[in-house]
């Protein structure tokens, strides 16, 4: 990978588009280029920094490069700022300062996201802390090749209390790279892996998990979900290790039920429930296909049900079979929940916007001829920022909603 201290290539763009550059939009596409670089003549590799400049010649800014639909990853807008080890010690030191703003990490809560893309102005990267451990995930070839000095910065940030930072980009790196990341702690080593979140306590898997382990970006729609679950049968869809259901029980559900394709899921999900609520008798999981469950259910079994799928549409491809999924999804949820049910329901699908997802809701709501408001509208939490200029990064949408 060329430094910040050598003169860099410079992918020339075609005329007026670099019109969303200006705008300060993080992403080249690779169609906006006057050529897209060849990486065995041009000697470009993909993760190389390069300067971005419009067809006139003008410098925008500093990027990754990267072989496919995104060319370019802009990491700065100032055309004199090197991108070495101070950049990122700068980068993380604001990330943090941000979640200091908001209260993160307390006494109740020490899992949180310390750095989301392009949220915070480092497009392809990832972190998550859970107590004393940053994971970190690399999206991009470039981010994989900073993992260390970004890993000594995580390390080095004051307050923080980072002392071990676990990389897992396995499966996030785009696979034509041929980079060959391997999961391992590149920065101090297994100091447990027990996390917190406002008082409750989950064992974090973040070797075999998915994702960092854990899904962060749900903490606030689950305390949503404990204020509602009192006196409620809940059920828990998609429960992997249980988030919902354990907030559920401390919201004084009088029965919770949590299911997951997964046996390893729900084995996970039985831990946590049991190390917040030993032998409580009032939950019970089950490893079933979630469509099959719901077939099989009881109609009126339940007056609070969540669905909180896994992304059903990863790339725009696939956009029309997700939206029939959360359709034919929510249809059946509104077709077996109880009269005065609350329904909370998610997309974290990227290539899903706020408005697809809640048209596939509606369209469910009318098919089954109930009478159903919303009373909330949800998104991710406040330390998973949308940069304002990178709409895109609103990925979560929620809704939470009544059903007559």
């Keep these: 990978m060329k430094t910040a201290e050598k003169t860099l290539p410079i992918l020339r763009l075609k005329k007026g588009k670099e019109e969303s550059l200006d705008r300060f939009h993080p992403w080249v596409f690779s169609g906006a280029l006057v050529r897209m670089p060849d990486t065995e003549k041009d000697g470009i590799e993909e993760g190389d920094l390069v300067q971005v400049a419009a067809n006139d010649g003008r410098i925008i800014g500093t990027g990754h490069f990267q072989i496919g639909s995104i060319a370019v990853r802009m990491l700065s807008f100032e055309i004199e700022e090197a991108i070495d080890n101070a950049f990122y010690a700068s980068r993380l030191t604001n990330a943090f ?12 809560t020490d899992a949180y996201r310390l750095v989301h893309g392009e949220g915070d102005f ?21 981010m994989h090749f900073a ?8 390390v080095k940030l004051p307050d923080a209390g980072i002392r071990s ?3 897992k980009s396995e499966t996030t790196l785009p696979y034509k790279a041929h980079l060959d990341p391997q999961n391992d702690y590149i920065a101090g080593g297994d100091i447990g892996d027990l996390a917190v979140e406002n008082g409750l306590k989950f064992r974090v898997d973040w070797l075999r998990g998915q994702k960092t382990g854990f899904f962060v970006d749900q903490r606030d729609n689950r305390s949503l979900v404990k204020h509602y679950s009192n006196g409620r049968s809940v ?12 907030y559920a029980l401390a919201g004084g559900a009088r029965e919770v039920v ?3 394709s997964s046996a390893k899921a729900i084995s996970l999900t039985d831990a946590n429930v049991e190390m917040n609520f030993p032998a409580t008798t009032i939950h ?46 929510n249809a059946k949820a509104f077709e077996k929940i109880a009269p005065g049910g609350i329904l909370f329901t998610f997309s974290c699908s990227q ?4 408005e697809q997802f809640r048209l596939a809701v509606f369209s469910a709501a009318a098919q089954s001829r109930r009478k159903v408001r919303i009373l909330h509208q949800l998104t991710q939490p406040a330390d998973h920022p949308v940069n304002i200029y990178h709409p895109e990064g609103e990925y979560l949408k929620g809704l939470v909603l009544y059903v007559e």
């Design 97 to 108: 300062k941000l979640r200091q703003a908001l209260g993160l990490p307390n006494k109740d």
């Design 122 to 142: 480092l497009p392809g990267l990832v972190v998550d802390v859970y107590g004393a451990t940053a994971v970190m995930q690399a999206h991009s070839a470039g």
């Design 147 to 154: 993992r260390e000095i970004i890993a000594d910065a995580l």
């Design 165 to 167: 930072v676990y990389y």
């Design 235 to 246: 059920l828990n869809m998609f429960c992997y290790t249980g988030g919902f259901s354990v």
């Design 258 to 260: 949590s299911v997951d």
């Design 284 to 329: 019970r999981s089950e490893a079933i296909d979630a469509f099959k469950y719901l077939d099989a259910m009881e109609s009126g079994r339940h007056d609070l049900i969540i669905l909180d799928p896994p992304a059903f549409a990863k790339h725009r491809s696939a956009l029309h079979n997700a939206l029939q999924g959360y359709r034919r999804l």
């Design 351 to 354: 290539a899903v916007n706020k």
